[in-house]
């Protein structure tokens, strides 16, 4: 594991690579969820995010992956008298197995510490390792119902509340959640499903070059994980700087009013509800000019981003035998006939 | 190198593929000994077969290649999230005082072997597990602390045709894909094993010089696992990773066409035996004692013939892409075919289901309606405050202090594992929906395309309440499943399109199908709810003959039988104008009657939600 597959040696799935990417440098975006066929490579391209995020300064033994300026308040580590070691450490990706139990995700009551010494005191949660990183969930669309809800209103809130077993506790938990399944084996809530920012369709590679390209590549991996990492470093670095770029500019892209009323056009006329779509479309959008090192976000940065964005959102009918991409396409389609028409 | 052909019965040719296998296993085993890091992910085997003498010969003969020190652990079916993973030993750490843990079975496999048996019951969450430690070679334990655990998994799949399958998710990443059904223990030879040690320490340990697969040989692999519905790309990685590992069995070169025909048998089993086919052959049989037996003869790399002599005809790998490309087109037949069509042989299932099937564990959610000793679900945690409660009258037997100077601050309670009490919880079960729908006579046209958009309504508001939805139409001779249960609308779609219709009324078979399908969803601990569309008219018998007083007593002994074993079902008179007869059959089924002439998709979509909702 100490080598993942490298991120740009995943061959094709240009649009699942490029949400990853959107996601990681603009958090507010609210996550990402692939959806598609198995052996897609979904996993591997989120493990391969690991080697490809920047480092964050976490604390010796905190639990709270806490900043420096504002720690969790249960910390003791962060909040102790002592001022505690800090160092670099990769950002963490924190993968919520399926079979995982609801105080296991938010933490609980430790057990240990309560029978033996009696002390009444909070063991931190998934939620609590995932906070400045990302919560992978394969299979999201398998996963428990409680659970979902669970997710969902700290996704929203960015706070984790704990009111059980005589324990009141309340942490900092800002993660950005990938989700990942297979559609054959189960929806997803729509409720769920709107509140990822992007989503993408993934499928398996039709021609034979690029499948043979796949297993040739992730052979070459699994001979030698350390000698294929060299071959790719370059170019991992080089995502990576663009991600750190990327991220030190967007505060200051500009979103022109001209992007901002597309956006809000194709909202309405594919009959998104809410303000969420159009949200989503700018920070997108900001986000893909912010990896082009572009400072204002143009026309065409909105419509590449608008399906992922939007396909997910489409009021569903169950009767349409038609994917909501072909829809959102269509009328991108004529969104951009008419602009090209009046200008 | 074998050729099935060549062998005296197919049963020994499936026997021969599965010592091969055992020989990759071998081999894998070898190198994954010989070098200190694990070389890629580690093998794994899916045995199809039921339990039987075949194979527990099987597993004793891999027992025996693998030795006496290397882990063979065989897990429990009903294994707990917890003893997977590991993570805090609450008794021992009791006995102890300190926080002790336990390691899990996951990490306590690393170099050998984890056995699952009746994989097909392993559950989900436990399945994800086994398919991310699979993945990464790692398992991350309670604590969140991570533990290697690399290890040959072997899954004992002992599904019977249409019953319940293994989880997608672990059935994809399985490596090799053996068959042990239709092998009799007359084809077992004594001298199993094919491969001899010395061949295997020929094939020098050397992982990173497993034999070059050629870019046409492996395009060739691409093409043809294409063709496979739903093949990922995991199969194929796996196909080509079998075939050089063949290839490094054999000691060639490079891989050969045999090679690859050999491994697509292996893993996919395209191009198997058929054991059922097996008619003639007895001329062509030459019990060659030696097949196989000692190490073909060094080739010297220069060209791809295969070297061994038995070999019937030179394989190219345009032969091969011919034959194959036919024989994968076979294969997805034969799984459309067994998609369609998951109920055939089973024709006594009634005899085996009953209440026992629908037991349900204790749930982690829901009301809570008491007290219990033992841990309703996986890693239920012990509620602190019932335990105190539980624990406490036994203080002045346990702490001789207490008795003899009484309770002062500051004395610890003595608690053992016996103290422990969680809270039991109830939730409601989700449910499945069986649309049995009459297909016959003029109307079935109008009436399936209602039921197919009922079905879709359904399934398009259905997560929140997390039914499930299968559809069984019955027309002509026979009744079919043409949905099995599913949540999912995508599969619901593919599956509906283009449905027949027309033809006589055998209503008892569709009864019988749908108690069948029932019985299994019972199984699996779901709730069933089956709902008639017919009008009740039914004109051929359950033989399948045209006898309409037969098949009006047929359908009304099921619809009784049906009600004896408890399933709830509901019955929705579509006829013009409704007959006595019809009602009748519904109070034998003990259904819920309502009529609707003029069959619509949002009409029975709010009768089924009703029923749905309504269940406690």
């Known amino acids: 594991m100490t080598h993942p597959f490298p991120f740009s040696a995943i061959v094709g799935q240009d649009e699942m690579k490029h949400a990853l990417l959107l996601a990681a440098v603009e958090p507010g975006l609210g996550g990402v969820l692939v959806f598609g066929d198995r052996g897609t490579g979904k996993s591997t391209a989120v493990r391969a995010l690991a080697g490809l995020l920047p480092e964050l300064s976490l604390a010796d033994g905190c639990q709270y992956n806490c900043t420096e300026e504002n720690p969790s308040p249960h910390c003791s580590v962060c909040n102790g008298e002592a001022h505690p070691q800090r160092s670099l450490r990769p950002t963490p990706i924190v993968d919520l197995p399926l079979g995982v139990t609801e105080d296991r995700v938010c933490g609980a009551l430790d057990l240990e510490k309560a029978l033996l010494s009696g002390e009444r005191a909070f063991e931190p949660g998934l939620l609590a390792r995932a906070h400045r990183g990302f919560l992978y969930i394969d299979e999201v669309n398998l996963l428990e119902d409680h659970l979902v809800d669970l997710l969902l209103d700290v996704a929203a809130s960015g706070v984790n509340v704990v009111e059980r077993e005589g324990l009141s506790v309340r942490h900092p938990a800002k993660f950005i959640m990938i989700g990942s399944g297979n559609p054959e084996e189960g929806e997803l809530r729509p409720q769920l499903l709107d509140r990822f920012g992007l989503s993408v369709d993934v499928g398996s590679p039709d021609d034979i070059e690029t499948r043979v390209e796949v297993v040739r590549r992730r052979d070459a991996y699994e001979l030698n994980p350390v000698s294929f990492h060299e071959t790719w470093q370059a170019a991992d670095l080089e995502i990576r700087d663009a991600i750190l770029i990327a991220k030190k500019v967007i505060p200051s892209v500009n979103v022109p009013d001209e992007s901002l009323r597309l956006a809000a056009d194709l909202c309405i006329r594919l009959g998104v509800d809410g303000l969420r779509g159009e949200l989503t479309l700018m920070r997108a959008g900001r986000a893909h000019a912010a990896l082009d090192g572009r400072m204002e976000v143009t026309v065409a940065d909105i419509l590449s981003v608008a399906p992922m964005a939007l396909c997910h959102r489409l009021r569903r009918d169950p009767l349409d035998e038609a994917g909501s991409v072909a829809r959102v396409t269509r009328v991108i389609d004529e969104v951009v006939d008419q602009t090209v028409g009046h200008a | ?616």
């Open chain 2, 1 to 616: 190198m074998r050729e099935p052909g060549q062998h005296a019965s197919p049963g020994t040719a499936l026997w021969q593929d599965a010592l091969r296998a055992l020989d990759l296993v071998k081999l894998a085993h070898r190198h994954a000994m010989a070098s200190d890091r694990p070389s890629g992910p580690a093998l794994s085997l899916r045995i199809r077969s039921g339990a039987g003498p075949v194979r527990d010969a099987y597993l004793a003969i891999l027992k025996d290649f693998l030795g006496d020190r290397t882990p063979f652990l065989r897990i429990p079916a009903s294994i707990s999230v917890d003893a997977l993973i590991g993570g805090l030993d609450v008794a021992a750490t009791l006995q102890a005082g300190r926080p002790l843990s336990e390691r899990g079975v996951l990490s306590r496999a690393t170099h050998g072997v984890l056995l699952v048996p009746m994989a097909e019951r392993l559950p989900v969450a436990q399945a994800a597990i086994l398919a991310r430690a699979l993945d990464t070679g790692t398992v991350t334990d309670r604590q969140g602390r991570s533990h290697p655990a690399h290890f040959l998994l072997v899954v004992l799949d002992e599904t019977r045709d249409g019953e319940e399958e293994m989880a997608g998710g672990l059935t994809d990443r399985l490596v090799l894909d053996i068959c042990l059904d239709g092998i009799s223990i007359h084809d077992m030879k004594p001298d199993g094993s094919a491969c001899s040690d010395s061949q295997a320490d020929a094939a020098s340990p050397q992982p990173d010089q497993l034999p070059p697969i050629a870019d046409d040989a492996l395009a060739l692999l691409a093409h043809i696992t294409g063709q496979i519905a739903d093949s990922s790309l995991r199969k194929l990685s796996s196909a080509a990773r079998t075939a050089r590992l063949l290839a490094r069995l054999d000691d060639t070169s490079e891989v050969t066409a045999a090679h690859l025909q050999e491994a697509l048998r292996l893993c996919l089993r395209i191009g198997e035996i058929q054991t059922t086919d097996y008619t003639q052959e007895d001329d062509q049989a030459p019990a060659d004692p030696e097949t196989g037996t000692g190490p073909p003869p060094q080739s010297t790399g220069e060209t791809q013939e295969t070297p061994d002599t038995q070999e019937p005809a030179e394989l190219s790998l345009d032969d091969l892409f011919a034959e194959m490309s036919v024989s994968s087109e076979t294969a997805s037949r034969e799984i459309v075919e067994a998609l369609r069509n998951p109920m055939a042989g089973r024709a006594n299932a009634k005899a085996k289901t009953g209440k026992s099937g629908a037991r349900k564990t204790g749930s982690a959610r829901g009301r809570p309606i008491g007290l219990t000793p033992r841990p309703p679900y996986d890693s239920a945690r012990p509620d602190i405050a019932a335990t105190l409660r539980a624990a406490i009258p036994w203080q002045r037997l346990r702490n001789p202090d207490l008795a003899l100077h009484g309770w002062k601050a500051g004395m610890k309670i003595h608690i053992l594992p016996s103290d422990f009490r969680y809270v039991r919880y109830r939730h409601r079960t989700e449910s499945t929906a069986i649309f049995t729908v009459d297909a016959s006579g003029s109307t079935a046209l109008s009436r399936l395309a209602e039921a197919k958009g009922a079905i879709e309504l359904l399934l398009g508001d259905c997560y929140v309440r997390r039914d499930q939805v299968a559809l069984v139409a019955f027309r002509g001779r026979e009744a079919e499943v043409l949905l099995e249960p599913t949540r999912s609308l995508v599969r619901a779609k593919r599956s509906l399109t283009g449905l027949p219709g027309g033809g006589p009324t055998p209503l008892a078979n569709g009864i019988q199908r749908s108690l069948e399908l029932a019985a299994q969803v019972r199984q699996r601990g779901q709730s069933p709810l089956i709902v008639y569309l017919t009008d009740g008219n039914a004109n051929i018998s359950l033989k399948g003959e045209p006898n309409r007083r037969q098949a009006a007593t047929d359908a009304r002994k099921l619809a009784q039988d049906g009600a004896f074993r408890g399933f709830q079902s509901v019955f929705i008179d579509i006829a013009p104008r409704p007959r006595p007869a019809a009602q009748e059959l519904a109070k034998a089924m003990q259904a819920d009657y309502c009529t609707l002439p003029y069959v619509s998709a949002s009409g029975v979509s709010r009768i089924v939600s009703r029923y749905l909702a309504g269940r406690a």
